[in-house]
């Protein structure tokens, strides 16, 4: 079946970093995301990573893929305050490419 | 590049009358878009997938009289919500394919319906 599964809060210090877990069913998808949403306004692509990665890293963000136990996560290093949003991730089912997206992590950034 | 707009991005209507969302990519053409619907506080749920020239597949629960889809060009796709109930209130979202970029999916910013 199709489903992924976040926690749903976190919060933490500005300047800390923040570890924004998922796991995921399909061991098939091809594709995992990141999205930031911030209220009121659509999606904003962050990162992915290709399944046959075990990390990736962009500036601030890095991303871990443990394939075997199905479970990503995203590192926002040096946490700030405009990096309060809510943080989905998502796989890529291989069937017809749709997105199968997670409940979605609010995270809250304390001065 | 790769943007997607949605119009209109907020809207609010009488229950029993429908309701037309349009979703447009700016700058690609889109080969497949998609409608999301989403509650507050609570995630994306996909209602469809359109291809251009062809019927929408529709995700399970989903009733395909009550929410329309055409997707007429490959730049243009349409929600209609028809007889709207204050149910139907929610944030809708669109996405698109781009044939020249496989492994992304670019997202329209979101209307909200109001259903009063």
């Known amino acids: 079946g199709e489903d992924v599964e976040q926690s749903l809060f976190l919060s933490v210090r500005e300047g800390d970093s923040s570890v924004i877990n998922c796991t995921y069913t399909?061991?098939?998808?091809?594709?995992l995301y990141w999205y930031k949403q911030e209220p009121g306004a659509g999606l904003q692509l962050l990162t992915y990573?290709?399944?046959?990665?075990d990390m990736k890293q962009d500036q601030r963000l890095t991303v871990l893929l443990n394939k075997k136990d199905k479970h990503l996560s995203l590192r926002i290093a040096d946490t700030q305050t405009g990096d309060s949003a809510i943080y989905f991730c998502a796989e890529k089912y291989n069937q017809g490419g749709k997105l199968i997206f997670g409940q979605g992590t609010e995270l809250s950034v304390k001065p | 590049g790769a943007v997607v707009s949605q119009h209109p991005s907020w809207v609010i209507c009488k229950s029993g009358t429908s309701v037309k969302i349009e979703c447009r990519s700016l700058d690609f053409q889109a080969t497949t878009m998609f409608w999301y619907r989403q509650f507050p506080k609570q995630s994306l749920m996909l209602m469809a997938t359109?291809?251009?020239?062809?019927?929408?597949?529709?995700e399970q629960g989903v009733e395909k009289d009550k929410f329309l889809i055409n997707h007429a060009s490959l730049t243009l796709s349409t929600l209609t919500v028809t007889s709207a109930h204050p149910e139907d209130s929610s944030f809708y979202i669109c996405s698109a394919n781009s044939r020249d970029v496989y492994n992304e999916q670019f997202f329209g910013p979101g209307t909200r319906l109001t259903v009063l």
């Open positions: 399909d061991s098939s998808s091809t594709y």
């Open positions: 990573i290709f399944s046959n990665m």
């Open positions: 359109s291809n251009e020239g062809s019927k929408a597949t529709y």
